[in-house]
């Protein structure tokens, strides 16, 4: 049952899929005799519908023999106070033990005998529930979607019982050192506001939520306007529809007593946590300046930016042949055991950021080259810095997409982002807009003589003090 059930466009492209295009079938087997061009016509339209009550459905038909289906939603920890603050995460756990109409061992023997993998996850704006099954068990997966995002039985010895398993998985977490960075990151980044909120929540909330603030929090989100039935692969846009007019119509769109939730703006503060525990064998630290939302124009410019510094681990190769100058010199300087460029998106601000695992007596020389490709970025970026990273990020953005799964998450997030699907030649048409200028002028504007939000946990005695590292964000240029 593990294996099953666990957590964690144009028109052009429809005539090709009718017509069994050799292109098309080419590009499904992986082989090397579509080029990029090819692959960016041949993409299959994302169609778009909107039910009576508000409720969305998207789909991407591929002709795959499988299919992914899923609901997106727009809430997540953001949406939560500090009183329930980690309530979506808990009915993560409790979603696929049972609904009203199937009891746990039902449901997990319908999906079973399926072969399909039901999953869901949580994360600070979203929450997806999705089923990766064969296309002819579409409407049995819609409809067992449905039933768990509906009629989740929420019984008080299921939630007991989730409750120590909740406990321990926060336990684990702890221990994922990268995971405990990212979070204090943000909490200190968007301290006082709920984009600081770990997505788990606290111990203390976890022993103390009740039945009633799992109901509570699920008639207050999970609303027909929130809501994408996403679908990619083997699936017909137009039963699609229909399946979620018979399971999806009667999802609510009203509040009550008209409390529509409103974000409130999120405040970046720049500021620091230092977690020191020197019997710890590496420092995780990073740092990050407030980023552009998902919607900004400016995202696009930032994107290419993080391919230019890029990423680095110990097991790559190329040495000193990578392409990334902060990789070079993590190399040959010996600097880190590993480096990632990272930039976190959410609907109104960001986190533009490098996180970096370092030998406490290198965590210096690694933040001082880090930040000094930060002021590379604003002042000198080049030509061939801006071209090796468009090709970087446009390499990523379609080996992202390799699946029905990765491609309906694609599409629940672009619909609940954007109103709408992005198609990967509108992508590559903006990345090809950026120029050397525009990188330096945005770079400038988000990070330029701006105060960062710096974590370290583990062994970081050697960490600059902050107004050190506040006086490395510009350069005395004359």
Partial sequence: ???SVCRVGSTVG??????RSPILLSLRRGQASVSYAQSLVGAPETRLTALDNGLRVA???????????????????RYESEKNNGAGFFLEHLAFKGTKKHPQTALEQQVESMGAHLSAYTSREHTAYYMKTLSKDLPKAVELLSEVVQNCSLSEAEIEQQRGVVLRELEEIGGNLQEVCLDLLHATAFQGT??????????????????????DYINSHYKAPRMVLAAAG?????????????????????YEGDAVPVLSPCRFTGSEIRMRDDGLPLAHVAIAVEGASAASPDIVPLMVANSIIGSFDLTFGGGKNLSSRLARLAVEEKLCHSFQA??????????????????????????HWSQNAWMNLCTTATESDVAR??????????????GTTPICDDIGRHILNYGRRIPLAEWDARIDAVTPRLVRDICSKYIYDKCPAVVAVGPCEQLPDYNRVRSAMYWLRF
């Fill in 194 to 215: 709920p984009l600081g909120h770990s997505v788990l929540g606290p111990s203390s909330n976890a022993r103390t939520l009740t039945r009633q603030d799992l109901v």
């Fill in 14 to 19: 429809r005539v090709l899929a009718k017509n």
């Fill in 59 to 77: 789909s991407e038909e591929t002709g795959h023999a499988t299919c992914t289906v899923g609901l997106w939603i727009s809430t997540g920890s």
């Fill in 1 to 3: 049952m593990a294996a």
């Fill in 389 to 402: 990273g468009k090709q970087a990020l446009k390499a990523s953005l379609v080996g992202q997409l390799n």
């Fill in 234 to 254: 083997g699936v017909n846009h137009d039963e699609l529809v229909d399946l979620a007019k018979t399971h999806f119509s009667g999802v609510s769109f009203e």
């Fill in 342 to 367: 990272f930039h976190s998106s959410y609907s109104d601000t960001g986190l533009f950021g490098i996180h970096f695992v370092a030998d406490k007596h290198y965590i210096e020389d690694m933040m």
